[in-house]
């Protein structure tokens, strides 16, 4: 969105300065990337990122009001509905560019997650990008007032908090196996914390352990970085993952319960210039007049893409069982603005605010950006096969 900058990034752009960015990635930390990184980062004008500011700030506002918490509480299963966090810790406020009927760029809303996201892949990445590129030194990655200095604390004062880093683990399923485990590992590089499989995860009463790879030793857990997916959970693990949470005597961040409650779920009770219309299915008397070309159908809990259909029918909404309906919302399309110029065309780009909420700030406060780029109908690797110039990065903008 920056020609100047766009065109003197595009000049300078090597195959092999790229293959030494993503060789360098590959081996600063105990895992690589499992996912293709775009060949450029995203380069974003100042008064587009205030707006993107604006936009996110006045979204993380409205899902703390007490009436969106006492609309949010049905999305949690019943065995989740425990006090815990009185916030959501980690927090991202996903959003599409696109045109304006003036032809203005503007962020709408895709959708909020109540989750942590690639928070230390992001600060790695910034780093290499810029050792490899040359990158203005005016441009931001950081959202201000932060730096990778008060981001890195921060980042700190959230995960760890007062606990002995020792007793800290971010908790995830088979992590070694998940697509994000190059963040895993930095994570422990930049906090000094443990990855450990829920699998592994020793419960004694309210008592868990796990059990250090180096001398095998149990070390009492105090403090769970949580990046379980309770919907990718059955079973025995999903069995596990209730005790944890019911009976274990640790902190959250986040409680998983936010990762119901800050989802697509919150797309319907929204109302702001930057949301688009969206309604549960199973509220919906009447499908729209419209519905083919301009709603794409999601399922509330499921993420990366998975399970949406970009070409509902009346036919395929009427297969969904009553009982499964109130899992479904309809969303009002949006259209993303091919807007970064490449060599082989223009790729469209979502930009995901990062946001950090410490007990000790009064608000959560935004630290950063991941942005995916596409050439394909939708983000994600199965919409963009073959395709170059498209996946994961960053923004950097002017500033604001």
Partial sequence: MITEIRRRYNAAFSQARYDALVQDLNSAYRFPMDFH????????SAPLMADLIAATERLAHAVQTPDYLARSHPAVPPRLQVPDSARPECLQVDFAICRDEDGALVPRLIELQGFPTLYGFQWLLDQKVRQHFEIDPSLRFYIVPHTEDSFVRLLREVIVADHDPQ????????????????????????????TVCLTEVIQRGSRVFYRDATNGREVPITRFYNRLIFDDLSGETLEKAYRLCTEAAVTWVSHPHWFFRISKYSLPLLSDPCVPPAHFLSDLPNYPTDLMNNYVLKPLFSYSGSGIDLDPTPEKLDAIPAERRAAYLLQRKVEYAPLVETPDGFAKAEVRMLLLWSPQRAKPEIVGTLVRMSKGRMMGTRFNKDRTWVGSTLAYHEPV
Avoid: M, N, S
């Fill in 37 to 44: 990184l775009c060949e450029t980062p995203l380069f974003l």
């Fill in 167 to 194: 007793q800290v683990v971010l908790l995830e399923l088979h992590p070694e196996q998940q697509k994000t485990r190059i963040d895993f590992a930095c994570t422990e590089a930049l906090l000094g914390i443990q």
